[in-house]
T-cell receptor, first 112, second 114 residues
Framework: SQQGEEDPQALSIQEGENATMNCSYK?????LQWYRQNSGRGLVHLIL?????REKHSGRLRVTLDTSKKSSSLLITASRAADTASYFC????????????FGKGITLSVRP | EAEVAQSPRYKITEKSQAVAFWCDPI?????LYWYRQILGQGPELLVQ????????DSQLPKDRFSAERLKGVDSTLKIQPAELGDSAMYLC???FGTGSGTQYFGPGTRLTVL
C-alpha cells in the first residue's frame, strides 16, 4: 500500500527557477526521506528529516515537515538541467525494524 | 566512494525460464534490501536481510521468488519460473543500521520477460 503520495506527478520548469514538490502520508512516521532517480538508474538519497524536526537544508535543497498535516515539501532552489530526474519521498513508520515505503514519484524536467 | 554493486545490469529472458540477480552491498552494511520497481512507480520492498537473516519477506512471491544472503555479505535473488508480469527494475540497497535509516542503492537490474 502507498504511504507517501507525491504532488504534482510531473513538473516542468526553466533553469534557474525553484522547484517545489510535496508529499503527504497517512500514519505517524519516524522519519521521512527524499530520493532522486535519474532515468534507468538506482536511487540516490538526498535528505532525511526526523519526526521531531521541522526543516532541514542541504546545499540547494530545503525540506520541511509538518507532522500535524502529515505532509512534507522539497524545495530545490536555482534549478539546473542536471536536476532533471524523478524524485521520491519515502516514509519510515515508528517501531522496530521499520521499512521504507516509497511514493510513486514526481518527474521533474528542467529546461535549459 | 563505496557503492552497491549489482549484476547483470540488463537481463532478457523468456517466460518460464529461471533468472538470478546478484548484489554486493557496501562493506560493513548489515542490512540488505531487494526492491522491485515497475515503470512509473516507486520501489516496493521484496525482502530485507539483517546479516544473513530474513527480517521481512512479506511482499516476496514465495512460490517463484527466493533470496539468500548466506554469509551475510552478498546476496542473490532468484525467479523461477519467470512470468511476463515480472518485467521490472530490480534494485538492491544496503544500510548500516535498520530499515528506517538512509539506504544506498545499486544501479539496478532491468529485467524483460518475453
Amino acid at each position: 500500500s502507498q504511504q507517501g503520495e507525491e504532488d504534482p506527478q510531473a513538473l516542468s520548469i526553466q533553469e534557474g527557477e525553484n522547484a517545489t514538490m510535496n508529499c503527504s502520508y497517512k500514519t505517524s512516521i519516524n522519519n521521512l526521506q527524499w530520493y532522486r532517480q535519474n532515468s534507468g538508474r538506482g536511487l540516490v538519497h538526498l535528505i532525511l528529516i526526523r519526526s521531531n524536526e521541522r526543516e532541514k537544508h542541504s546545499g540547494r535543497l530545503r525540506v520541511t515537515l509538518d507532522t500535524s498535516k502529515k505532509s512534507s515539501s522539497l524545495l530545490i532552489t536555482a534549478s539546473r538541467a542536471a536536476d532533471t530526474a524523478s524524485y521520491f519521498c519515502a516514509t519510515a513508520l515508528t517501531g522496530a525494524n521499520s521499512k521504507l515505503t516509497f511514493g510513486k514519484g514526481i518527474t521533474l524536467s528542467v529546461r535549459p | 566512494e563505496a557503492e552497491v554493486a549489482q549484476s547483470p545490469r540488463y537481463k532478457i529472458t523468456e517466460k518460464s525460464q529461471a533468472v538470478a540477480f546478484w548484489c554486493d552491498p557496501i562493506s560493513g552494511h548489515a542490512t540488505l534490501y531487494w526492491y522491485r520497481q515497475i515503470l512509473g512507480q516507486g520501489p516496493e520492498l521484496l525482502v530485507q536481510f539483517q546479516d544473513e537473516s530474513v527480517v521481512d519477506d512479506s511482499q516476496l512471491p514465495k512460490d517463484r521468488f527466493s533470496a539468500e544472503r548466506l554469509k551475510g555479505v552478498d546476496s542473490t535473488l532468484k525467479i523461477q519460473p519467470a512470468e511476463l508480469g515480472d518485467s521490472a527494475m530490480y534494485l538492491c540497497a544496503s544500510s548500516f543500521g535498520t530499515g528506517s535509516g538512509t539506504q544506498y542503492f545499486g544501479p539496478g537490474t532491468r529485467l524483460t520477460v518475453l
